[in-house]
């Protein structure tokens, strides 16, 4: 990372997170640079707007840092990124970057079992929206349909 003096006096911080295999931005800390503010930021933006759940992702999910997740339980074609429903879940991720992990699961991909048995899901309520809050171990099931 880099900081440099601007004109008033104020300090800015930019980092740059990558994962081998990720492309990433640098992307620029705004307000005041505190440790606390730096922090925020990095765990901000350890992870990419949304992430999918398999074998090589669920310890960054959990390790995150970030004690909220929500997921969205969709079918391959409902998460290729021109869907309705995929735009919608990563219009949300952006601006609750840094609060909630949000995290896909393909019904259709090998890693979902361990999401599915957990929340119950069952293939034909897909797409749906699950959470869970690691601190107090409560799962969510959103009621409405997504579409």
């Known amino acids: 990372g880099q900081s440099r003096q601007a004109s008033t006096n104020c300090y800015y911080c930019c980092c740059c997170c990558f994962v081998l295999g990720e492309e990433r931005a640098t992307v620029p800390m705004k307000g005041k640079v505190t440790e606390d503010a730096i922090v925020e930021h990095l765990k901000a933006e350890k992870l990419p707007p949304t992430i999918a759940f398999n074998d090589k992702n669920s310890q960054k999910i959990f390790s995150s840092g970030i004690e909220r997740q929500l997921l969205l339980v969709a079918t391959a074609k409902d998460l290729e990124p021109k869907s309705k429903v995929f735009k919608a879940f990563r219009s ?13 699961v393909d019904l259709d991909g090998s890693s979902k079992d361990p999401v599915v048995n957990f929340f119950g899901v069952k ?4 797409p749906l929206i699950v ?3 690691m601190a107090k171990n409560k799962k969510y099931k ?3 349909s997504v579409e």
Request: a negative charge; charged letters at 30%.
């Open 123 to 126: 293939a034909e309520d897909a």
């Open 92 to 104: 949300v991720a952006s601006a609750y970057k840094g609060k909630l992990v949000m995290v896909t």
């Open 131 to 133: 959470g869970f809050e």
């Open 142 to 144: 959103m009621k409405e």
